[in-house]
C-alpha cells in the first residue's frame, strides 16, 4: 500500500500490482516527502518472482533444480523428476526462517524509510508415493510470504502549507513535531496439491502437478501527526485482499547420456476468484487546508469499506534446466526460467538465471551452494515519471550442509540476498530515491523413504 500525506491518498492496486483499481482521497495537507509503504502497493513481493526458495536440496543450490527433481521437493520444481525417486516411499519436510530489510533514502525530511520482515514458516512438506507405472505425490509450498510490525517516529519536519494559514501563536510558521507510523503487512502465499509422474522410457519421463492457489493479505496503517500549533491528524487505512485459483506445472525429464538430464517446466496461475476491501478514516484539528477557513474538528469516515471481486492475471512461467554428473559425488546444474510480460498488472518480462552444486563427502555427508538472480518485474524507473512501481533487482548465494543415516535426510542451511535500484514512493512527484534490499534466510529440514 502507498500513502501519500500529499492529499493523502490511498491506492490499492489490483491484488499488488498494476493499474489503480481505486483511488479515495481521505486527507489534505502534511509533509512535502512522505510515504508509508513500498511503492505500488506491494504485497508479499509482486516485483520479484523468486522471493522464497523451497525445499531443502534445491535451496542449498540456489533453486537450480529443474534438472534434478528426483525427490519429493521435486513436486514444486519438476514433476517429471520423482519418477526417478527411489524407496516404497519418500517425504521432506522443510521450516525456514527468513528477515529482509528494504531501505528508501532520503524520503520523509531528508530522512530514510526503512521497512524490515520476518517470518518463521513451514514452506514445504512432499510425500511421494509408488503406484504401478506411476509415482504419486502431495505437496505443500510456501514461495511467497511477508509479516512487517513495525513502527517508526520522525520529529521536526516542515510542514508542506501552500495555503500560508498555518501558523503558531507568535506567527511563525507551523511545523510538524512528530510523526508516527505504526504499520503492519501480512501477506502469504500457499500452494497445495497432488502430482503424478511417469516414465515413458529408460531416460524420458513426464509429470504433472496440480496446486489449488491461495493468496491472503492484510494491511494495516496508522498514522499520527502533530503541528507546534497544536493541531494534528489521524489517519488509518485497513486493506485486506484474497485470491484463489490453480496453478498447474507440467514438467518433462530427459536423459541423452547416462550422466546428463535436462528438465522443462511450464506453469500458471489461474486465478478462479478474489475479492479485496479497503476502509480508511482521518480525524483532523486545527489544520487549515488551502480554500479553507476553518480549523476546527474535520472528520472523514467511509459509510461502509469500497470492496472489489476484480482478479488479477500472472505469466506463464517457462524453466528449463540442465544437470551434469560428472562422478557419483559431483553434481553440477543450471536453470533458466522465463515470466512472460503482463501488461494489465504492469509486469515486464524477466528472465533468472540460477546455478548450484552438490558434492558428497562420503555416504554420510554432502555440502551444496548455489547462486541465482532475482530480477524485478517492474519497468525502470525513469526521470521526469510519477507514481512508478520501484525497481530494484537483487542477487542471492546459498549453502547447506546435508547428513544421510540408512533412511532418513538433516539438512541445514541458509544464505543471503543483496541488491539496489531505484523507488517513486512519494505520491505525484518526480522525486526518485536510491533503495537497496538485502535478506538473509537460515532452513533446517528432514526427510525420510524406506
Excluded: C
Aim: charged share 15%.
Amino acid at each position: 500500500m502507498r500513502v501519500f500525506l500529499i492529499d493523502l491518498k490511498l491506492r490499492a492496486d489490483s491484488y499488488g500490482r498494476g493499474k489503480s483499481m481505486f483511488r479515495k482521497i481521505i486527507g489534505f495537507v502534511l509533509i512535502v516527502s512522505a510515504i508509508v509503504s513500498s511503492g505500488g502497493a506491494a504485497v508479499a513481493d509482486d516485483f520479484h518472482y523468486t522471493n522464497l526458495l523451497v525445499g531443502d536440496r534445491a535451496s542449498g543450490m540456489g533453486g537450480a533444480y529443474t534438472a534434478v527433481s528426483d525427490d519429493a521437493t521435486g513436486l514444486y520444481y519438476n514433476p517429471a523428476g520423482v519418477a526417478y525417486t527411489t524407496g516404497r516411499n519418500m517425504s521432506a519436510s522443510v521450516n525456514a526462517y527468513y528477515d529482509n530489510e528494504k531501505t528508501y533514502k532520503s524520503v520523509i525530511g531528508g530522512n530514510g524509510w526503512t521497512r524490515r520482515s520476518s517470518s518463521l514458516l513451514p514452506n514445504y512438506f512432499g510425500v511421494v508415493q509408488p503406484l504401478g507405472k506411476f509415482k504419486v505425490g502431495f505437496s505443500y509450498a510456501v514461495p511467497d510470504s511477508i509479516m512487517e510490525d513495525q513502527s517508526q517516529t520522525f520529529h521536526d519536519l516542515k510542514l508542506y502549507d501552500p495555503s500560508g494559514l498555518n501558523k503558531n501563536q507568535d506567527g511563525s510558521q507551523a511545523t510538524i513535531t512528530s510523526y508516527i507510523i505504526n504499520f503492519n503487512d501480512e501477506s502469504n502465499v500457499y500452494n497445495l496439491g497432488p502430482s503424478v509422474a511417469m516414465e515413458l522410457s529408460d531416460n524420458f519421463s513426464v509429470g504433472l502437478t496440480l496446486y489449488y492457489y491461495h493468496k491472503k493479505t492484510i494491511q494495516i496503517l496508522n498514522q499520527i501527526i502533530k503541528t507546534s500549533n497544536g493541531g494534528y491528524q489521524l489517519l488509518n487505512d485497513y486493506l485486506h485482499s484474497e485470491q484463489w485459483g490453480f496453478r498447474p506445472i507440467l514438467g518433462v525429464m530427459w536423459s541423452p547420456v547416462s550422466n546428463v538430464s535436462a528438465g522443462l517446466t511450464v506453469s500458471k496461475v489461474f486465478v478462479g476468484g478474489a475479492s479485496m476491501t479497503s476502509q480508511s478514516s482521518m480525524l483532523q484539528n486545527n489544520i487549515i487546508t488551502s480554500g479553507s477557513s476553518s480549523s476546527g474538528i474535520v472528520t472523514s469516515l467511509p459509510d461502509a469499506p469500497l470492496s472489489s471481486s476484480s482478479s488479477p492475471k500472472y505469466p506463464t512461467q517457462i524453466g528449463v534446466g540442465v544437470a551434469w554428473f560428472p562422478t557419483q559425488s559431483l553434481l553440477f546444474s543450471g536453470d533458466i526460467n522465463y515470466y512472460t510480460k503482463v501488461a494489465e498488472q504492469n509486469m515486464e518480462a524477466v528472465t533468472n538465471f540460477a546455478v548450484g552444486t552438490e558434492y558428497y563427502l562420503d555416504r554420510n555427508w554432502a555440502l551444496r551452494g548455489g547462486l541465482y538472480t532475482n530480477y524485478a518485474n517492474s519497468p525502470t524507473v525513469k526521470t521526469g515519471g510519477v507514481n512508478q512501481d520501484e525497481h530494484i533487482d537483487l542477487y542471492g548465494g546459498t549453502a547447506s550442509i546435508s547428513h544421510f543415516t540408512r533412511n532418513t535426510v538433516v539438512t541445514l542451511g541458509g544464505g543471503m540476498t543483496y541488491g539496489t535500484g531505484k523507488a517513486q514512493i512519494v505520491g505525484d512527484t518526480t522525486a526518485i530515491q536510491t533503495a537497496d534490499s538485502r535478506g538473509w534466510m537460515l532452513f533446517l529440514s528432514s526427510s525420510y523413504s524406506y
